[in-house]
DNA sequence: ATTTAATTGATATTAAATCTCAATTTCAAT
DNA sequence: ATTGAAATTGAGATTTAATATCAATTAAAT
């Protein structure tokens, strides 16, 4: 099923399925834990079949892509700081388009997130959510 | 006050607050906007104090510890991927003690994210929410 | 001032991710 | 089945963020 989704988002962009990336799709769809390119490139190896680094990272990109596989951190180049003291807790929405960033606090989403941290037996101590999309000027631009 | 809670962190752990620490502190001060440490590195140099890229790296890890600062981006050493065609949105709970990865869903959650993004006049079309804390089997070891 | 331990910075190192490019493969058209 | 254009592959080079090394320097307590 997933490998007819992805040949499709391929065919609609001229690209080709190939083994290499058949294999990859395989063993994302193997096993449902979060993993890391490095792991995978192994677990293929040791599959029998065979892609190279470059490949897995290559159809790695395209899977997410293809909406198949997300990235559970969202990393930038390199890592991104702000100073907190001074400063209540807020969350994040940025925008896809211009790359605007909204900082917002809402009582009632955080009242909501211990709730379920407690209904888990969990104690959460802090918490990043980012939440992408487009802004209103960019939403009008359209 | 940011430099007082700086030195007293400091303090308990038996280091030092020198001329290097106070420039980084001080520069990550100087703005309410998001910033990478190569970036504040540049910042640092222009405005005539001095402090060594290692430095401030090195500096920036003890203001998050500190909790003066907070990462923006939760980065691990690689990115981390997840299959998600066959698995419904969710989003994790991360235990600082084990590790353990708890996935959940909640639709009230889900509901009021989209009422706030209305509020300000944005689509969200996707997000992550991290929550680090402390699971039941490391709450009750202690 | 002396002593001790921490700190600095230039440089080396590590490691994730991307790029390069010649050789290979795919696939549609003959 | 052959051909040819275009995409793909993989080994290795490159890039870049971040950390580690270590001799020289500095902080701060006595
Ligand atoms: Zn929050
Ligand atoms: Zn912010
Ligand atoms: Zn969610
Ligand atoms: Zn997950």
Do not use: W
Request: with cysteine.
């Amino acid at each position: 099923m997933e490998s007819k989704i992805f040949q499709s988002f391929l065919g609609e962009k001229g690209l080709k399925l190939t083994k290499e990336r058949i294999a990859v799709l395989k063993e994302v769809f193997s096993s449902h834990e979060h993993f890391e390119p490095e792991e995978l490139y192994l677990r293929i190896k040791d599959s029998g079949s065979k892609a190279s680094r470059a490949s897995v990272y290559r159809t790695l990109n395209l899977l997410v892509e293809s909406g198949l596989v997300e990235k559970v951190t969202r990393t930038e180049k390199s890592n991104v700081y702000e100073h907190t003291f001074g400063h209540s807790h807020h969350d994040h929405m940025i925008c896809n388009g211009c790359g605007k960033i909204i900082e917002f606090y809402s009582e009632k989403l955080e009242a909501l997130q211990n709730e379920i941290c407690r209904g888990n037996g969990f104690i959460g101590k802090t918490h990043t959510l980012e939440i992408r999309g487009n802004c209103e000027k960019c939403i009008k631009a359209k």
